[in-house]
Nanobody
Framework: VQLVESGGGLVQPGGSLRLSCAAS????????MGWLRQAPGKGREFVAA????????YYADSVKGRFTISRDNAKNTVYLQMNGLRPEDTAVYYC?????????????WGQGAQVTVSS
């Protein structure tokens, strides 16, 4: 099983970025997929997830109203649209898949994508 991330980069405060995560090797009909992030010197925290079968979305309070997660079942791909980015959103974003909606104890991980928000 592979999760391959793309997107990320450097953006000014208030800007937008989109992350993608393409899954291969198995189907995830009973899983949740999404992202966690880790800022320098901090622990990993949940960002957003989507139920693969139900489409139900879950968000951390810190990103509600700014980030949108979506999925394309045909492409086995999940997207994270990030708008209104803030310096505190700077982190490595990891795509993950697992049984829980908050992605704790995720079974599969992507390679990580750096997101830097700075003027």
């Amino acid at each position: 099983v592979q999760l391959v991330e793309s997107g990320g980069g450097l953006v000014q405060p208030g800007g937008s970025l989109r992350l993608s995560c393409a899954a291969s090797g198995r189907t995830f009909s009973t899983y949740h997929m999404g992202w966690l992030r880790q800022a320098p010197g901090k622990g990993r925290e949940f960002v957003a997830a989507v139920g693969w079968r139900t489409g139900t979305t879950y968000y951390a309070d810190s990103v509600k109203g700014r980030f949108t997660i979506s999925r394309d079942n045909a492409k086995n791909t999940v997207y994270l649209q990030m708008n209104g980015l803030r310096p505190e959103d700077t982190a490595v974003y990891y795509c993950a898949a697992g049984a829980y909606s908050d992605l704790r104890a995720a079974d599969y991980w992507g390679q990580g994508a750096q997101v830097t928000v700075s003027s």
